[in-house]
């Protein structure tokens, strides 16, 4: 039997058998050897019923000791019940929307084995969705008592016993070889078994150490070859030729017009950044720095060594209220320096738009500033040499990769106030370089923040009217209701109303939404900014990027709503000048993990940390789809949990990359066909 045979060579798997194999992108015989297991059933650790404790996983045999009973929910979907009994004590085992269940359990006379997670809700021991195996014979009961047996992902209808009888076939009737791809030297180096020792004890192993080592082996190719790809991506990209913006010192002189003193962070990542822009090789940066810690000025710099070299810059925003946001402040910066600044925006009229892509294409303008897609679509610039995104973490790989094809080998600069554990970012980010502004401008204060409940309300408006008697400024947040910005538009407008007739009675109340024209936001942020509008009610259109210093308060209203990662930019429109701010939360948090956030947001506020909490809240899978970095999705290894593989992998990827940037010894060769196929399924950053 060879790799590439179709599963159904396999005995007893027929055509319907192996639909069901496909569900599980399971084609092929190699395909099935790399369904690997997710975990192991500790057969060494069969239990008396009687022994059983609340929250352990393990083994329970016995006979069933009443018929299945089967009935709806109350939120509909199937349970399926029955106890079993061993003869030291009863269980009960339960099911949910398992309806097939009753097949694998039809033998009333037979003996199975039960393996799950005991749970004591009750008086009696209960396991849910436990797994299923019926033991046929005594032969085989011997056999399998104290062993390890894997556990697969499985899918309905296709069974724990089918699928380990399937692997079983196929690897004693295998005569065929997976490749070796990792070279000798990468496996000695790092104490790894070749790969065919690898697949088969992973799906067989005599304990739980041959495992592991086995797992530890094939996750570490996966890790590998996807550090490789987005380093060799890096490799490339530095290959080519860029502009050289000669003169960076001059940005010494912009620094001393500015009527504060960079921080020592700011300083340095400029510097890194001059480094490049002088390099002649194109500059792939990505700088992370937490809310408020200056990251606009730093960008500024960069565009101001640029426009003295003669060449153009452009600057992309995720909304369109932040681009006119930094169009107001790099037109600040600029104009002293005879240095113009266009700015395209969606809201524009014909006539407008049309002035501005003159300028820009005449090379009149300097500078450019601007929605991300309003940037990119029929744009052309003279020379632009330097392109750079703010709040990144907005945009996906594509619309980055986009705004690159716009000029020759330009220059680019990311920007993002979502910081994540560095190992991580050597993977999502490989292919750039990282610098981290860690450190606040001088004199802020932590923000203050509290979760409220309901009765602290009416003190809490005495608190907000006190403040802006103090000429202080106000954010009221409402939360997303539904994914619509029409749904959210009018809870927003309801909203206003509410606090315009009751505690903001009187006041400068301005209202701001996605629904409104650009002209009306643009005209509220603008008297917001000036402070004649006290009290900005908004929904989530604020949420990154906008800075009026003079606002000290940020209330958010069903503050359960956010994720960890919302809350914390909402707070940090907050607190960004010399006074003590606020930030309030109210809201009904029932589940667990929406306690958790408030609870974290009330202890911290230092995005990392915040981060690492919503990494661990949220989980791998919905912090970051891989797919929406532009990755291939990891099939074996987990970056969360698998951490120290993943160290381990750049630390050898580093090491080979020094050697042989393009991959392109003979030992690599391999390696490297593995890699490209592997991008080109996931069909993105390589290209
Ligand atoms: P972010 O990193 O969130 O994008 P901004 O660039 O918007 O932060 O800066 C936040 C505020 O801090 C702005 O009002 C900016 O003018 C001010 N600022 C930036 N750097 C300094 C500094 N070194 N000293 C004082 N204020 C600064
Ligand atoms: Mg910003």
Redesign the pocket.
Known sequence: MKLNDNIQYLKGIGEKRAELFHKLGIFTVGDLLYHLPRGFEDRTNIRNICDLVDGETVCVRGILASGLRKFRARRGGWVVQTTLSDGTGVMRLTWFNATYIDKSLSDPEAEYMFYGKVSYRTMTAEMVNPIIEKLENEGEKAKKMGMIVPIYPATAGLNQRSIRDAVKRALDGLDDRFCEILPESVRSRNGLIGINDAIRRVHDPADYDEFYEARRRLVFEEFLKLQLGVSSVKSVKKSRRAVVIGDVKCIAEFARG?N????NA?KRVINEISADLKSGVPMNRLVQ???????????AAAMFAVARCGCQSAMMAPTEILAEQHYK?LKKYFDPWGIKVAFLSGGQSAKERAANTEVIESGAAAVVVGTHAVITDKVNFKNLALSIT?EQHRFGVGQRSKLINKGMNVHTLV?T?TPIPRTLSLVIYGDLDISI?DEL???RKPVRTVALAEAQRARLYDFVLRELDRGRQAYFVCALVEDSETVEAKAASEYVKKLSAGVLRGRNVGLLHGRMKTAEKEDVMRRFAAGEIEALVATTVIEV?V?V?NATIMVIENAERFGLAQLHQLR?RVG??ADQAYCVMFGNAKSGVAKERMKVMCETNDGFKISEKDLELRGPGEFFGTRQHGLPEMKIGNFFTDMDILKETQTEAARIIKSDPFLSAPEHRLLLDSITETFAKAGDILN
């Open positions: 500015l504060f003193d960079l921080t700011q720095g937490d809310v408020g810690s200056g990251k606009t000025i730093v960008a402040t703010d920007m106030a502004i401008p001088p004199g990027g800075d210093p940090g960004r000048g």
